[in-house]
């Protein structure tokens, strides 16, 4: 079998996964009775989905009931249930953005020698906040998200690449960024074929304190890539990524909605939070190249601009004194 799509299921309804799995029926230019199967994994969660409404499809789905464990341990049994060549984590509660999704997957597998990792652009379903109707925004590049990625089965298993079970919140950008600092053949796709819809119940787009509330989920998501990537022997992937979460926290808590002084509490368990992941990896800090330093710090600067930041009010160095003495 070519490809299964890896799906965790918590508390999504017949009705919410429904879309997804019509999504996957709908694919032209397959073979999907024998190429196409999907694993959905409940990690205990309050619904159960019927053998009845499964079996309304023409492709194979395995269904497993597991005890609750959280979003990484559940995709981690999600892939160890697979047998195909590839695999695609996808979410409940999205579905495929286009019927010739799996084709254009299978022409990168088929007729163009396969690859390692496969990102792709996806589309993430907004609403404009002024009359709720939706807007459809194209997403480049982008390594936070589990949408629109691929992978092969055999180089997730001779790597050891899982998802890390201590991670539950911001997991995506750990196990995609070490798929591709590991892949000797990553790939990406400009042509999106994945569709992020929109929850009215979604809480990281609809809460506006979504950051502040998981900033430090954060730092253990980057902390735990950092650590891994040194175990692997990539001492540079990990400096960059160190360096770049450095200046994201520093850029970060120089936007208004950080100085509020409603959201002190926040940012007081961040500050400690970070403060602690920087006296441990202090060194890496210390030995980075300004070079390195100043492309990562321009880049991050005008993102974090372009997301409300006015200007900084305190030296990146004054600021690490500071945030030391906190500890």
Not at 133 to 138: E, L, M, Q
Not at 267 to 286: C, G, L, P, S
Request: charged share 30%; hydrophobic share 35%.
């Amino acid at each position: 079998m070519k490809l299964q799509i890896l799906v965790p299921q918590y508390k999504e309804t017949e009705t919410i996964i429904k879309p997804l799995l019509d999504s996957i029926e709908l694919q032209q230019g397959i073979d999907i009775q024998n190429d196409v199967a999907v694993i959905i994994v409940s990690d205990g969660g309050l619904y159960q989905l019927s053998e009845q409404f499964l079996n309304n499809y023409s492709y194979p789905i395995e269904y497993h009931i597991h005890e609750h464990s959280g979003v990484s341990s559940t995709r981690n049994a999600c892939l160890d249930y697979a047998t195909a060549d590839y695999v695609m984590f996808c979410d409940a509660d999205d579905m495929f953005y286009s019927n010739c999704g799996l084709h254009l997957i299978f022409k990168e597998i088929d007729e163009l020698g396969g690859f390692d990792t496969l990102s792709s652009m996806f589309i993430e379903e907004n609403r404009n906040k002024s009359t709720n109707k939706p807007i459809f925004v194209k997403r480049e590049n982008d390594s936070v998200f589990v949408h629109g990625k691929v992978h092969n089965r055999k180089f997730l298993v001779d790597n050891n690449i899982r998802w890390n079970p201590k991670l539950t919140i911001h997991e995506d950008s750990y196990f995609h960024i070490l798929c591709q600092t590991v892949a000797k053949n990553a790939k990406y796709s400009p042509t999106p074929f994945y569709l992020w819809k929109w929850r009215d119940d979604s809480v990281c787009r609809r809460d506006p304190k979504y950051i502040l509330k998981t900033y430090t989920n954060l730092l253990d998501s980057s902390e735990s890539l950092v650590d891994e990537l040194i175990k692997r022997n990539f001492p540079d992937k990990a400096q960059h990524h160190f360096i770049f979460a450095v200046f994201d926290a520093y850029y970060t808590m120089q936007k208004p909605q950080w100085q509020d002084s409603e959201n002190k509490e926040y940012r007081k368990k961040t500050e400690k939070r970070f403060a602690e992941y920087f006296i441990r990896h202090k060194k890496i800090w210390e030995d980075a190249p300004d070079s390195e330093k100043l492309q990562v710090s321009n880049g991050v600067r005008a993102r974090s601009i372009n997301e409300g930041m006015k200007i900084e009010d305190i030296t990146i160095d004054k600021w690490l004194k500071n945030i030391q003495n906190l500890i």
